[in-house]
């Protein structure tokens, strides 16, 4: 299985700051990687995919990038509704496997 | 406007078979793939299973001996059913949507196995 590895579990940052959270995979896996954010009592929610394409309604100040093992997730000028767990997510073989998740906290 | 919501018992004891429903709205089943994925408590995603568009199915092979999905296409649910349930399987299960990643997910149910 690919193991997708979220070094940092936990991250904290005021609003307006940026932050990025990253995720490695333990075999290259091209593009074929998307990014989640869970709040509490909602449901998850998809924010990007093939590394760095927005899903429709996310806010332009998250962007997506790398390829092959090592991917990033940035968000710009951070805003308040933007905390929660950030989950990666492979897709390049089966079984599709997740990273453990970055927490965010807004100071 | 997309919604889907799982259903199920929230306990079950040891040794017997887990049975979840997904109930989606706002597309047919017939049109898109649903995912069933497993959360343990405070831990990451274990993704289970998928029910194709077509009616085939993939599966995990962690779980490949004791799970089956299946549909009512008519219904539009989507079934999940788990045997020989040990108390790892705690967790809360969710139904999602989408080609191999996520577009919309449930928000989950949790499923206790204790006696």
């Known amino acids: 299985d690919v193991q997708m590895t979220q070094s940092l579990s936990y991250l904290a940052a005021s609003p307006g700051e940026s932050v990025s959270i990253s995720c490695k995979a333990s075999?290259?896996?091209?593009?074929?990687l998307a990014w989640y954010q869970q709040k509490p009592g909602e449901a998850y929610k998809l924010l990007i995919y093939?590394?760095?394409t927005l899903q429709s309604g996310t806010p332009s100040r998250f962007s997506g990038s790398g390829s092959g093992t090592d991917f990033t997730l940035t968000i710009r000028s951070l805003e308040p509704e933007d905390f929660g767990l950030y989950y990666c997510?492979?897709?390049?073989?089966?079984?599709?496997?997740f990273g453990s998740g970055t927490k965010l906290e807004i100071k | 406007q997309v919604q889907l919501k799982e259903s199920g018992p929230g306990l079950v004891q040891p040794s017997q078979t887990l049975s979840l429903t997904c109930t989606v709205s706002?597309?047919?089943?017939?049109?898109?793939?649903v995912h069933w994925v497993r959360q343990h408590s405070g831990k990451s995603l274990e993704w289970m299973g998928r029910?194709?568009?077509?009616?085939?199915?993939s599966y995990n092979s962690a779980f490949t001996s004791r799970l089956s999905i299946s549909r009512d296409t008519s219904k539009s649910q989507v079934f999940l059913k788990m045997n020989s349930l040990q108390t790892e399987d705690t967790g809360t299960y969710y139904c999602?949507?989408?080609?191999?990643?996520?577009?919309?997910w449930g928000q989950g149910v949790m499923v206790t196995v204790s006696s």
């Open positions: 997510q492979q897709y390049y073989e089966k079984p599709l496997t």
């Open positions: 075999k290259s896996i091209s593009n074929y």
């Open positions: 706002g597309f047919s089943l017939t049109s898109y793939s």
């Open positions: 999602a949507s989408g080609p191999y990643y996520f577009d919309y």
């Open positions: 093939s590394g760095s």
């Open positions: 029910m194709w568009s077509d009616g085939d199915t």
